[in-house]
DNA sequence: CTGTTAACCTGAGTGC
DNA sequence: TGCACTCAGGTTAACA
């Protein structure tokens, strides 16, 4: 479900619930997701205050008081949901599978039905987490631009598609963002990363960066089951050009626009207007 | 190193 | 209704 905007908006609904609350207990129901939440969690998370809601690519990481975080991947289908204990008390429904108890009558629960998500303790101890060391840059850093694109593609044979949606290339762009920056730029998805031109690449960091901003503003898009925090839907999937559109005329040209499957992902692209 | 593929898992939708 | 099949916002591990 969540690419970046998706996560960036989990992240900014609940800096407003958990901040400065402190966690009072941990349920883990099934433990099996993405990698086992570790029997260890339960007493890692307990008794911390929240200071701090973070994001590193896709990571949600949760600052506690002691210095150890919590990391917390969406997957495909992952939800974080901020429920009233005292008002609502909804026994635990299918696939939530953690609830982090907070005081104050708060309850953040992670529910996740293809179980892709993760739920990991991340020690203050461990510097680095082995999950985000081969990292690409943050879209909106100084690190990526247009040359870094270029410089990192040259010689490579994939499809520009597949190599920005790469994480060790640039962390966020996943497979809605990708086709949508790539028909912004006019570089159909296919076409090898390494044929691609530095005034391409230079177009495609700035659409890249521009599709995530207007998405981050909208609330993220949902198609299916994405919701904030909150459980307000995002409006992003409005302002989509050809993701999910095939067959349909182009929004700019009207030309059908075509699905290819590229890395094992549906790609949408105008035959047109993308070259 | 690069590139490709299978795999992890459940649910929704479609066509017969 | 039921069954078989395809598809889905992500990422890693294993292979060539």
């Known amino acids: 479900m969540p690419e970046l905007p998706e996560v960036e908006t989990v992240r900014r609904g609940l800096i407003a619930h ?3 609350r402190r966690i009072e207990r941990v349920t883990v ?3 099996r997701l993405r990698w086992r939440v570790p029997k260890s969690f339960a007493t890692f998370a307990q008794k911390r205050r929240v200071v701090d809601v973070g994001r590193r690519g896709k990571y949600l990481i949760i600052g506690l008081d002691n210095a150890d975080r919590i990391l917390i991947h969406l997957g495909m289908t992952g939800r974080l949901l901020v429920l009233d204990v005292s008002d609502s008390a ?4 299918k696939h939530d599978h953690v609830d982090l108890l907070l005081e104050r009558g708060l309850l953040l629960r992670f529910h996740d039905p293809r179980r892709f998500g993760a739920v990991l303790p991340w020690p203050a101890k461990e510097t680095s987490h082995p999950l985000m060391e081969a990292m690409g840059p943050e879209p909106f850093s100084e690190e990526f631009s247009g040359d870094y694109l270029f410089n990192l593609s040259r010689g490579r044979s994939a499809a520009v598609k597949n190599f920005v949606m ?3 290339v640039v962390v966020g762009a996943g497979n809605i963002y990708a086709a949508e920056s790539l028909f912004r730029a006019g570089i159909r998805p ?3 990363a390494g044929k691609v031109t530095r005034a391409q690449f230079e177009l495609l ?7 995530l901003g207007e998405a981050i503003e909208q609330g993220g898009t949902t198609l299916r089951d994405f919701a904030s925090a909150m459980g307000e ?5 409005q302002k989509l050009f050809v993701y999910g559109r095939e067959a349909e ?3 700019v040209c009207k030309s059908p626009i075509r699905r290819v499957v590229i890395g094992q992902r549906s790609s949408y692209y105008c035959p047109s207007c993308q070259s």
């Open 18 to 20: 958990i901040l400065d």
């Open 29 to 31: 129901r099934d433990a």
């Open 90 to 93: 909804r026994p635990a429904q």
């Open 166 to 168: 790469d994480g060790r």
């Open 190 to 192: 296919g076409k090898a």
């Open 205 to 211: 960091a700035e659409k890249i960066r521009e599709v």
């Open 233 to 237: 839907a995002g409006y992003f999937q």
């Open 249 to 251: 005329p182009c929004l």
